[in-house]
């Protein structure tokens, strides 16, 4: 019961933290964080819960940023179905190459979703009529949102960022069902011991390609959001070094739980934007944080906090201790 | 803590939303005294040795100008644009947002520039750009953009018309250019330029901005015989080639012919052997004989040591013709200045400048120049000898792709 | 293809495929002795050249230089398996290749710290400037110099591992590495000395590359993912295989760019998926 309180007392913590957070940051800088938080979930869906440490994910990011923005500038499509458009060839291309990667296990699975990233990459990069090439793909419209009797433009900044931050809690509490859900249990099983999962009788390999393509829905879709945001797709959105942010997002916030690659990705964000004004060269601090966190806290933000309340726990305690004893 | 229900919890977020939103423009309104101006340069990335030289341009002329205009003071503030889409939209925005910014120069790389066009457009700022893509000045124009390099159109016909001048048997051409917007609008323009003199283009590689391998490239240029060797590359990736082209055995032979270089400083990267038969087109070489070339060339080499080449130029001039534009609507606000620059004609660093109000082109000279061999050079920095220098051909209608610039 | 072209293409192909095989060597090691996939190791092959940089301007000379960027990346290495990845050898490997990511981050921007972010170009030697007339075509002395020397070094190292007692002890440590610790080797020492030496040869990969490509801060990025698919191609913890993989790779691509440009680099990528779909054991690998 007590469980249950302290869920609900985090996600309306959550809710809270969405609502406030544009007055710490400029809404477009709020707006990314969340859109990463989603390629964030959705990379800890895959590596925290199912262990599979893929450095690929850009590829999805990429592909459904670039989906969604050909959609609304060659078909003028409407907004909820560039979103969709995004996510679903996010899920068809991670359901193919998924296939393939998970055919391998450690480090050929992760050189699999690497090398395809790469591959991605210098075809976005040379399929220039398609991409734009090294340019972008400029010209990225932001439609209104038109629901039924809803039509609500969206061309602010502010307006943008309540869209993007109602569509990552939706995804929120979608990814929270899935990983409460048997299919959540069963990827934790993989990831804690492939072999006793096999032996129950789980077919190891379709659960991994299972979390392996929700992964890309998510990643897609979040990629058809940052599209929007600049009105460009830049060429980096598919490129391996937007992969390893995710991965570090992850792995700062918090690997395995719910809520680390969210203060992964408002961390690197507000690290890049905060402190590349200041430092040109911030990317030795996030290289530092991330080799402390390896060597001293694998467990990420997530786990600096929990230690944290324990310190201050423990401070509480003592002195009765001591006049008990006394 | 006493339990809220969900209802509550709900109106809270919202109430703590529409605090923040309302907040926020309090925070830009307070800079209205000073004139902001942005010079978004590459710091980073394959453009990173540019990126000094262009904010070494801009706060010449800023501070030539006495730090002043209209009577307000000058705020000149640089961000990174890294020669990347993303990062350099993102900084524009925040200088645009938190620093009150209206007046945008640079960046240096075309295909950023396209980007921080878009960004222009939509936040109503004066943006002012020097590059070889003609869709700033062509397809997506609009009121707020304007192009200073020459149009490659007339660029690539001075340097085809006056090295066929010089060399009429020269037929045979192989191109190396970069892959973007940059390299497609040079591309595109040296071969109209070529057809005019019979010219067969024998090969074309487009090459990734920032490759270091050009032995491949050279080796497919020596294997196709060409006549001349024509890179449509400039910064490391030309010097890299122009050595490469020596190993391999193509130049001093084969003549090299650069069509978008970047003057002095580049030049002064190879040593006068790797210049022998080395052509180069650019918008900026410090010889040119109009006032306020010469006198910027003497105070930029006393203070720099070696003189200015086209990045210092280019953001020299650029600056001066905002500035100039400011003081003749008497006004900072960008749509005030646009109205005074369009079809301004007046003298600066190129010699008589004139800005065509129809599609933001700003028409001035271009040159070509030949570089000197070891015992015709006179000093240190005397690279080369300017060989011919125009503002015409001029884009013809039917390559104008700028059919309607738009409203302000 | 005229013959000069294919001449041309296969010899560039050897000489960047030479350095490939260096390189990929290197993180073979490290892969097959550490079980690291080290990530840091684009950062080792532009330190190598940036230290080679740094030497030549104090007047250390090229060759000179040379030894001091294989010496300076050596100890570098040494110093990132003592105080890090040692650490690390009980926990799950991911781990360490993320301690490797976040270690090529601070080494790339140290390195622009103490450099600059501008790209330098640089001379070859005297005696190795220009090119060679080969009857066919001309060819540039410092490749040729490239192709010779990594050529003698990678047989060196393939030598070692193969035929000497001190290369047994590291076959034996990547084979099974518990198994070699029971008969009495210093395992520990091994992985430094292992992870030294992979080091070192990528250090001594970029050194060379120098005059060829000039430095830049981005050089490391840019040879990563082509060291990789040479490792994966060749096959884990195999040293030969490093080697026929990475002149493999090298002369594909050299031909790719002759042929077909615009797909040369998407298509080495496309030959790793095949391999590991294919052969996931790797050209000459075994596990």
Redesign the interface.
């Known amino acids: 019961m007590a469980d249950r309180g302290r869920a609900l007392v985090r996600l309306v913590a959550l809710v809270a933290a969405v609502a406030v957070l544009p007055l710490f940051v400029r809404p477009v800088v709020a707006a990314e964080i969340w859109i990463f938080a989603i390629a964030a979930m959705a990379l800890n869906l895959i590596f925290g819960y199912t262990g599979m440490l893929s450095f690929g994910q850009a590829t999805f990011f990429g592909i459904g940023a670039y989906a969604g923005a050909l959609m609304m500038i060659h078909w003028q499509a409407p907004l909820l179905l560039a979103l969709a458009g995004g996510a679903v060839l996010g899920a068809l291309t991670a359901a193919v190459l998924g296939y393939l990667c998970i055919q391998r296990l450690g480090i050929y699975f992760i050189m699999l979703t690497f090398g395809f990233n790469q591959m991605f990459f210098f075809i976005a990069y040379k399929w220039t009529d398609l991409t734009g090439g090294e340019d972008g793909l400029p010209g990225v419209p932001r439609p209104p949102l038109a629901l039924g009797p809803l039509h609500l433009p969206l061309n602010t900044a502010t307006r943008y960022y309540l869209f993007v931050a109602v569509v990552f809690l939706l995804l929120f509490y979608a990814m929270k069902r899935i990983v409460d859900s048997p299919l959540g249990l069963i990827c934790r099983s993989i990831r804690e011991n492939p072999n006793r999962a096999a032996a129950i009788g789980y077919d190891v390999k379709l659960y991994k390609w299972i979390a392996f393509t929700i992964a890309g829905a998510f990643t897609g879709l979040a990629g058809v959001l940052y599209a929007m945001m600049y009105g460009i797709v830049p060429l980096e959105a598919i490129s391996w070094i937007t992969s390893g942010d995710i991965v570090f997002m992850v792995l700062i916030g918090g690997l395995g739980n719910l809520y680390g690659p969210l203060l992964g990705a408002a961390g690197l964000k507000w690290l890049s934007e905060a402190v590349s004004v200041v430092w040109q060269r911030w990317p030795l601090i996030l290289g530092v944080a991330l080799v402390l966190v390896v060597l001293y806290l694998r467990g990420g933000l997530v786990e600096a906090l929990a230690r944290l309340r324990e310190a201050l726990a423990r401070r509480r305690l003592r002195p009765r201790v001591r006049e008990e004893s006394a | 803590m006493a339990r ?1 229900s969900r209802r509550d ?2 109106k ?3 109430a ?2 529409i ?3 309302s ?2 423009p309090a925070v830009v309104a307070g800079q209205s005294k000073e004139v902001v101006m942005l010079g978004i340069w590459p ?4 453009f ?2 540019a990126g000094p030289l262009l904010d070494r341009g801009m706060k010449f002329a800023i501070e030539e100008w006495g730090t002043r205009v209209i009577g307000r003071p000058i705020k000149y503030i640089t961000r ?1 644009s890294e020669t ?3 990062p350099s ?2 900084r524009v ?2 200088a645009i ?2 620093e009150g910014a209206r007046f945008v120069i640079g960046p240096w790389s ?3 520039a ?2 921080v066009a ?2 222009a457009k ?1 936040r109503k700022v004066l943006h002012y750009f020097s590059g070889g893509t003609e869709e700033i000045s062509g397809k997506r124009c609009h009121r707020y953009s304007f192009q200073w390099a020459a149009s490659p159109f007339t660029a690539m016909h001075i340097v085809m018309d006056s090295f066929m001048k010089r060399h009429p048997k020269a037929k045979r051409w192989y191109i190396l250019v970069w ?3 940059f390299g497609w609008s040079v591309e595109k323009y040296i071969k109209v330029a070529g057809q005019g003199h019979g010219v067969e283009f024998v090969g074309t ?6 490759t ?2 050009w ?3 050279v ?2 240029a ?2 196709a015989n060409p006549d001349v060797l024509c890179m449509l590359t400039a910064a ?1 990736d030309f ?2 080639a122009v ?2 082209a ?4 193509l130049a001093p032979k084969v003549p090299i012919v650069q069509g978008w270089g970047l003057g002095s400083e580049e030049l002064a ?1 190879l040593d006068a052997k790797t210049r022998e038969n080395l052509w180069t087109g650019t918008n900026g070489y410090y010889t040119a004989n109009t006032a306020v070339a010469r006198k910027y060339a003497e105070s930029y080499e006393k203070k720099f040591g070696i003189p200015p080449g086209y990045p210092a130029i280019a953001a020299y001039s650029m600056t001066r013709l905002v500035l100039g534009g400011i003081e003749r609507a008497k006004s900072a606000e960008p749509a005030d200045v646009v109205k005074a620059l369009e079809g301004w004609e007046t003298d600066d660093w190129p010699g008589r400048v004139r800005i065509d109000p129809k599609t933001h082109q700003t028409v001035h000279d271009y040159f070509f120049l030949r570089c000197k061999r070891p015992n015709e050079m006179k000093h240190q920095h005397d690279y080369g000898e300017i060989v011919a220098f125009g503002s015409e051909p001029l884009m013809p209608e039917q390559y104008n792709e700028c059919k309607d610039i738009g409203a302000l | 293809m005229s013959v000069s072209l294919l001449s041309w293409a296969v010899l560039n192909g050897l000489v960047t495929g030479v350095i490939y095989a260096l390189t990929g060597v290197g993180l073979s090691i490290i892969l097959g002795l550490l079980n690291i996939p080290n990530f840091a190791h684009g950062a080792l092959y532009a330190l190598g050249a940036y230290f080679l940089y740094a030497a030549a301007q104090a007047a250390l000379g090229f060759w000179g230089g040379l030894i001091a960027a294989a010496l300076g990346v050596a100890l570098l290495g040494m110093a990132i398996e003592y105080l890090g990845l040692r650490r690390l050898y009980g926990v799950h490997p991911d781990y360490a290749l993320l301690l490797t990511f976040g270690l090529s981050l601070i080494l790339t921007e140290a390195t622009i710290f103490v450099w600059g972010p501008t790209g330098f170009t640089f001379q070859p030697p005297l005696m190795l400037a220009g090119g060679v007339n080969l009857g066919v075509m001309v060819y540039p002395k410092y490749r040729l110099m490239i192709m010779l020397a990594t050529g003698l070094l990678v047989l060196g190292c393939w030598l070692f591992v193969e035929r000497t007692k001190y290369g047994a002890i590291i076959r034996a440590g990547i084979e099974d590495r518990d198994m070699a610790s029971a008969l009495g080797i210093n395992i520990r020492r091994v992985f430094t000395l292992g992870f030294a030496a992979g080091a070192a040869l990528a250090g001594i990969g970029g050194a060379l590359m120098l005059p060829v490509r000039g430095i830049a801060p981005t050089m490391g990025v840019e040879i990563m993912p082509v060291a990789f698919v040479v490792v994966v191609l060749g096959g884990l913890g195999s040293l030969p295989g490093a080697i026929v993989a990475g002149l493999l790779v090298g002369v594909f691509q050299s031909l790719m760019t002759a042929l077909w440009a615009p797909g040369a680099d998407a298509s080495v990528f496309a030959l790793m998926t095949l391999g590991i779909l294919l052969r996931p054991q790797g050209l000459l690998g075994q596990r």
């Open positions: 809220m919890f709900l809270t977020g919202a703590a939303t605090a923040g939103v907040a926020g710091f980073t990335g394959p990173a040795d990174d990347k889409a993303g939209t993102r925005e925040e947002e938190s075309s295909g950023v396209l980007a878009e960004v939509r892959d973007y917007a590689d487009r090459v990734q901005l920032g270091r391998e032995g491949g490239f080796s497919k020596a294997a490391q010097i890299i050595r490469e020596h190993n391999f055995g990267q």
